[in-house]
């Protein structure tokens, strides 16, 4: 299993300005992966983020919108840029960790406002 | 392409009825797995069972059970005797075997369970 620590837990934030969100695993991990889920919605992959590498961002995501930082095998940044109201969702970072009962875990999510 | 379908949007039910989340699913994939999560009001995301696709045993836990169905791409969730507490979003999920492991998630089932 992996414990996965999130910061912040939530934030109100001003429009145009950025958010950093931490994501910490108690475990090495290969992979981490963030997901935005918007008010009401569903769960979707914003990155795949692997050590030593550029992130791989799914369609409709940007680098320069959502870059990502890892450093090494337990942690991983998400910055929120230019924040706009749009932006205000639920962040959460998610480790898979491989083997018989591979599943994915989930931080608690950072709950993010933009006004 | 994969695609998560959860039809039902919100369950109302009476505490100690049951009831059964839909979820169906599409892949070209032969080896998948499917995941159903709850998502309580405090938002984190809480891992209750994974599927593979080559096991199509139904499993009970509790008051939980899972009826996994490959002929009709199939993975519903019931709840017996449902109480208070079950009342979250409850999210079913798919992911293949090869490449990243990317999760597709369904739009969720929001359960009421009043008392």
């Known amino acids: 299993s992996a414990v996965i620590s999130q910061k912040p837990s939530r934030d109100i934030c001003q429009r145009g300005t950025s958010l950093t969100i931490q994501c910490q695993v108690d475990?090495?991990?290969?992979?981490m992966f963030w997901y935005r889920q918007q008010p009401g919605q569903s769960l979707t992959l914003i990155a795949t983020?692997?050590?030593?590498?550029?992130?791989?961002?799914e369609s409709g995501f940007v680098i320069d919108k959502f870059p990502i930082s890892r450093p090494n095998l337990t942690f991983s940044t998400l910055t929120v840029s230019n924040m706009s109201p749009e932006d205000s969702s639920i962040y959460l970072c998610?480790?898979?960790?491989?083997?018989?009962?591979?599943?994915?875990?989930f931080g608690q999510g950072t709950r993010l406002t933009v006004v | 392409a994969q695609k998560v379908t959860q039809a039902q949007t919100e369950i109302s039910v009476v505490e100690k009825e049951d009831v059964t989340l839909d979820c169906v699913y599409e892949?070209?994939?032969?080896?998948?797995?499917l995941f159903w999560y709850k998502q309580p009001p405090s938002g984190e995301l809480v891992f209750l069972i994974r599927?593979?696709?080559?096991?199509?045993q139904n499993e009970i836990s509790g008051r939980y059970s899972w009826n996994f169905q490959k002929s009709t791409s199939s993975f519903n969730f019931t709840i017996t005797a449902s109480q208070v507490v079950d009342s979250a979003v409850y999210f079913c999920?798919?992911?293949?075997?090869?490449?990243?492991?990317?999760?597709?998630f369904g739009t969720g089932t929001r359960l009421k369970v009043l008392a």
């Open positions: 983020a692997n050590q030593g590498s550029e992130a791989t961002y």
């Open positions: 475990s090495q991990v290969t992979m």
């Open positions: 892949t070209r994939d032969t080896t998948y797995y």
């Open positions: 999920a798919l992911t293949h075997t090869s490449g990243t492991y990317k999760y597709i």
């Open positions: 599927r593979n696709s080559f096991d199509e």
């Open positions: 998610s480790v898979e960790v491989t083997g018989m009962n591979t599943e994915a875990f």
